[in-house]
Each structure stands twice: as C-alpha cells, then as structure tokens.
C-alpha cells in the first residue's frame, strides 16, 4: 500500500473564462478521514467532480494509488475502488432499495455474498430494511441518504468521495448521517469529505483543508483548524459559531 | 387479408421493439426509419441485383445495420433530450433523400421484385426477440439499462460504461429495425423510399408510447392495437390518419404513462433468478 491512497497534484479546472481551481494540491492517506471546506463557490465541488474525471482537469494531476488517473472513465475509477456519492445523494428513485443496493454490491467483485453483505447493511440501517421493497425516491430525504450511504457500506471502496452529506437534512439526519460515517471512519475506510458545515466537518475528520476561490488557503489537523476562529473567518466568509 | 393484418402487426411490434431496445438505455430514436430503410434496401438490392438468397444476406445487413447504428449514435450520444431526438429526425431524412437520389437503389421510383417472406417468418422473429427481451428482463443487465435510462451519472458511479451501454443498445436496436425492413420489403414485393420515411419514425416510438415504455409487452401492446384498430373502420380509409391522431391524444389525457406502466422490479435478479451470475457478471464488465 503506497503512502498515499489519493493525491491531487497543482490541479486546476476551468469552466470557460471562469477558474474553479487553480493549483489546488490535497491528499489522502490511507484509513484517513479529509474534509475540504469552504464557503459556496469555493470549488469543492469542482474539486470532486475532478476526482472522478466528471470534468477535464486543465493542469496538474491526480493519482490515485500511486497511479496518474489519466483519462479514465467515472465507471472505472468506480471498479478501481473510488465510490464518489455526489450531491443530492445519487440514488435511482424509480427503483427498490434493494436494487439500488444490489446495483452498487455489483461494482466490484465483493469478497461477501450479497446476502451477508445485505444482512450487515440492514443491521447499520434498519430504517433501510423495512423499506427494503419501496421505490428509493418515495423515500424521505434523509431515508435516501442513508441509502446513499449504505452504497458504501455494501461494497466498501477504498476511498469514498462524499459531497455534502449534510445537505437538505434536519439536524437529527444530520447526526445521524455522522454517527454513519464514524463508523466507517473507524473501520478504516478513507473519507474525503466536503462539507459546507465548518463546525461538523472538522469535528468529524483528522485534517482539513480549507479551500477559497479555488485554492488551498490552509491546511492542518482538524483540531488545529477548529481552534483557529479567526482565520476561519476570514478565510471562509463566515463564523465557526454561525455555521 | 387477415395474413396480411398479422403480417404487418407482427412487422410492428418489432419495430415497436427496436424502438424499445434503444429507449431502454434511455434514448428516444427517431431514426429506426432509417435503419429500417437501411435493411430493406440493403437485402433488396442483393437478392434482386446478385439472386442471393434473402436469409443469407440478412445476417450481414443488420450487423451493418448495427454498425451504422451504433456509429450515428456516437454523435448523438453528446447530445440530449430534445436535441438527440433531432438528430435522429435528422438520421432518418438523410437515408429517405439518399435513397431518392440513389440510381442504383431505383431512387423515387422505387425497387421491385422483392420475395420471399412468409408471414410465419416473422412470427417467429417476433416470437425469439420476445422470449429474448423477457429474459433479459430477469437479467442483472434489466438493472444495468434502468440504472443508465434513470440517471446516466448516478449509472456511471456505479460502475457502468453509460457510453459502452448505450452504443451497444442503438446498435442492437438498428440491427432489429433493419431485419425488419427487410422481411417487410420482401413481403410487399415493391418499396419506396417514402414507405421508411419520418412518419415511420414517428408511428414506431408512438407505439411504444401509447402502449408503454417501461416494458415489452407495452411496446407490443401499442404496436398491436395501432396496427388492428384502423383496420376496423376501413370504410373511411381517408379518416384514417385523423383517428390515429384521435387515439393518441386521447389516450395520453388518460393514460399519459401507456397501457401498461409497470416497470419489471428486478431485485430478483440478484438473489434468486440470476445467481449464477453472481461475481460473474459486474456491470458494464463485459467492456473491460
């Protein structure tokens, strides 16, 4: 296993005239939980959707075990080990939960059966395994992202890009949702995470890095961010207490 | 006669299912038409010019067909919704005035002497095609296609080839609409380039909408009774198009989903029905 599981190298994303990233650097080790913060239009998403070669990278690299991901396709950086749960959770409502869930157990050769490996899934999601039948997208928000968040549980990838998991949830989902990711944080499961909410992201990853205007403006274990309101502020456009 | 009402309602469904085949991974083609034209004219031209036998020459036309088809999707496949369907509007126009202009295809005046298809041919295809898509309904391939038609970047997290998928789908579809060209053109003996034309196009991906789109047998439901239907008041022949419009509007004020809705749930597919594909099987793992 090579030092780093995930490293972005200078990478920088345009869209048109307009630059989202411009030389960002970050990386991710193994069994490590990162959050990228920043206020709205920072470029974290941009910085995702990079990741996953959703959209073309103008300069800079990322590797990905050691290996450049060069151009290949979401799908297959998806079989290669990198699960990327986009904004608005990325689960197919017209189907049951168990198909979204068979769907993402088949990316890759699993080393579970898919009943043991659903059995383990409803255990973490009893909600999930009530609704097991019922179409995902007549479930209610939160429902859902505990279903996206299930994807990553059935079928473990090695690094799981997360795109505000905290989104459009009430603070009780929201603690929820966390308690989730705790888990798989303590399994050993590398998490990048973005997040918009300061407070919970910190408290949640082992280092941060905070992103404005497309560029790393710092970086740190959490807990020194968190400490550090101030340049939070500054950096971010809003207090650590309002968010 | 009633050979020929079979005939053509055979014909139709699996022209309705061509049209299925490529919506399944979520496009709406209007160029089956076209493709259609393409193995019609194709075998005509080489049983008629060379004498070669027509289920000899079948074969190869719709693997062109495929071909063809899965070339044009390319381009097509960058664009989407309403801009993909002009562009198979577009496919479709291209053949019909290629065609006209085609000394050799017998342009406007069209190409003769075409023979041999029995309406039990046909059956047969509509019988192995069917059988084809309900197995393949019972597939974690049912599960890989609903994935890419709902959301082709949510498809694409979970590992499919979206553009593998739906290339392979337009070909397949292309290749069936262009066997049936062919059986059809051998059945009517004389065709014309305005026989394939846009409304065509347009009556095929009608069937599969009024009859529904998330199954086959909706798709051969629509395509069935749009067929018989008119036949049924023969007596106004000039009405004929005016009823057809009739039905469709009135049929989507009161069943905008189609005759028949449901869609096929395939978590069976994973546990029982298609176990041994299990770990076999990954999604879009046939392009790696």
């Not at chain 1, 079928?155 to 308690?179: F, H, I, T, W």
């Not at chain 1, 973005?194 to 710092?218: D, K, P, S, T």
């Not at chain 2, 189609?258 to 793992?285: E, I």
């Amino acid at each position: 296993m090579p030092e780093t599981l995930l490293q972005v190298q200078d990478l920088a994303v345009s869209y048109g005239p307009i630059q989202a990233l411009r030389g960002c650097s970050i990386e991710v080790r193994p069994r490590e939980a990162v959050a990228v913060i920043g206020a709205n239009g920072a470029g974290k998403t941009t910085l995702l959707k990079a990741l996953s070669n959703l959209v073309p990278a103008k300069s800079g690299q990322v590797l990905f075990r050691g290996e450049p991901l060069g151009t290949r396709g979401p799908h297959r950086l998806a079989r290669d080990g990198m699960l990327h749960i986009p904004e608005g959770r990325g689960v197919l409502g017209t189907m049951s939960v168990l198909e979204n869930l068979r769907l993402s157990y088949d990316i890759r050769p699993a080393k579970l059966s898919f009943a043991v490996a659903l059995e383990e899934v409803f255990a973490c999601f009893p909600r999930l395994s009530e609704r097991r039948t019922q179409k995902a997208g007549s479930m209610s928000g939160g429902e859902q992202q505990m279903l996206a968040l299930a994807r990553a549980l059935i079928n473990p990838p090695d690094v799981l890009l997360l795109d505000e998991p905290s989104l459009g949830l009430s603070p009780r989902m929201v603690k929820e949702a966390y308690r989730i990711l705790r888990m798989f944080r303590d399994r050993g499961m590398a998490i990048l995470l973005i997040e918009q909410n300061v407070h919970i992201a910190l408290g949640f990853a082992h280092r941060g890095y905070v992103l404005r205007q497309g560029q790393v403006m710092m970086q740190g274990a959490c807990s020194d961010l968190g400490s550090d309101p101030d340049i939070l502020k500054h950096y971010l456009g809003t207090s650590v207490e309002a968010a | 006669m009633i050979q020929d009402y079979l005939f053509f309602t055979g014909i139709n469904v699996l022209l309705a299912w061509s049209v299925y085949i490529i919506l399944m991974s979520g496009s709406l083609s209007f160029a089956n038409g076209g493709f259609m034209a393409l193995g019609a004219y194709a075998t005509g031209y080489l049983t008629t010019t060379y004498g070669l036998d027509l289920w000899l020459v079948i074969p190869p036309v719709a693997l062109l067909a495929a071909l063809f088809g899965a070339l044009v999707s390319l381009p097509a496949l960058r664009t989407r919704g309403v801009y993909l369907i002009l562009v198979t509007i577009g496919i479709s126009i291209c053949m019909g005035v290629g065609i006209e202009s085609s000394e050799a295809l017998g342009g406007v005046k069209g190409m003769g002497g075409l023979v041999g298809t029995e309406p039990w041919h046909v059956f047969v295809l509509v019988g192995v095609v069917g059988l084809f898509l309900l197995i393949v309904s019972y597939t974690p391939l049912q599960r890989i296609l609903d994935a890419v038609r709902e959301d082709e970047y949510v498809a694409r997290s979970l590992g499919i080839n979206t553009t593998y998928v739906k290339v392979v789908s337009f070909g397949a579809g292309a290749a069936l609409a262009a066997t049936s060209g062919a059986l059809y053109a051998h059945y009517l003996i004389f065709i014309r380039p305005e026989h394939f034309n846009v409304m065509m196009s347009l009556f095929m991906v009608l069937y599969v909408i009024l009859g529904g789109v998330n199954n086959l047998w909706g798709a051969a439901l629509g395509a069935t009774i749009m067929t018989l239907a008119p036949e049924f008041i023969r007596g106004m022949a000039e009405w004929r198009p005016t009823v057809f419009g009739l039905i469709i509007i009135l049929l989507l004020l009161v069943r905008p989903q189609g005759l028949l809705a449901f869609r096929t749930r395939t978590a069976r597919a994973g546990t029982r029905v298609a176990k041994w594909v299990q770990g076999k099987l990954v999604p879009g793992g046939a392009a790696s």
